[in-house]
T-cell receptor, first 113, second 107 residues
Framework: NAGVTQTPKFQVLKTGQSMTLQCAQD?????MYWYRQDPGMGLRLIYY???????DKGEVPNGYNVSRLNKREFSLRLESAAPSQTSVYFC????????????FGPGTRLTVL | QQPVQSPQAVILREGEDAVINCSSS?????VHWYRQKHGEAPIFLMI?????EQKGHDKISASFNEKKQQSSLYLTASQLSYSGTYFC????????FGKGTKLSVKP
């Protein structure tokens, strides 16, 4: 099992460009999450999907959109990238939304110039 | 509300013990602990689901004081492999992570 996979691993964008970060899990988990990690800030939740067909905002949703394509896949879209979105993005999944271990993907390092 | 972790950083010699604390201003459903090595993804260590619960594996254990809205992670007889940043995550709804505690174990 690959666990949680993310593409791409690295990306450089110019201000105003758009892109989609892809995430997939093969553990048949119901819940999926997108976090961003900035130095000294810990992991902050952007959006999550408690189950297929649902998505909800987390702590820092502004400037992002998500799509839960199916049970396996959860994508994060930046419509108009800004330098403040330079960060490492982690996707995670868990069997159920609460009181459950989260499994993290390897991360995408995004730089916006 | 982001939980507060202390200390922010700690340096140990191999074999020494450490305690990392995590406190919240809100009532907690559960507390998670994760470790992240530089350039890697966070890895789950353990979850505590109810007040008074204590868990551990190998020489890493944790406790959860529900009334005080606190959890502590105990690392005993530290090994070089324990180096990394430790995050607590508290559930009051969604999982909210603290800013992390950087642990460095020296030979």
């Amino acid at each position: 099992n690959a666990g949680v996979t993310q593409t791409p691993k690295f990306q450089v964008l110019k201000t105003g460009q758009s892109m989609t970060l892809q995430c997939a899990q093969d553990m048949n988990h119901n819940s999926m999450y997108w976090y961003r990690q900035d130095p000294g800030m810990g992991l902050r939740l952007i959006y999550y999907s408690a189950s297929e067909g649902t998505t909800d905002k987390g702590e820092v949703p502004n400037g992002y959109n998500v799509s839960r394509l199916n049970k396996r896949e959860f994508s994060l879209r930046l419509e108009s990238a800004a330098p403040s979105q330079t960060s490492v993005y982690f996707c995670a999944s868990s069997e159920v939304p609460r009181k459950n271990e989260q499994f993290f993907g390897p991360g995408t390092r995004l730089t916006v110039l | 509300q982001q939980p507060v972790q202390s200390p922010q950083a700690v340096i140990l010699r191999e074999g020494e013990d450490a305690v990392i604390n995590c406190s919240s201003s809100k009532a907690l459903y559960s507390v998670h602990w994760y470790r992240q090595k530089h350039g890697e993804a966070p890895i789950f260590l353990m979850i505590l689901l109810k007040g008074g619960e204590q868990k551990g594996h190998d020489k890493i254990s944790a406790s959860f004081n529900e009334k005080k809205q606190q959890s502590s992670l105990y690392l005993t007889a530290s090994q070089l492999s324990y180096s990394g940043t430790y995050f607590c995550g508290t559930e009051t709804g969604n999982l909210i992570f603290g800013k992390g505690t950087k642990l460095s174990v020296k030979p």
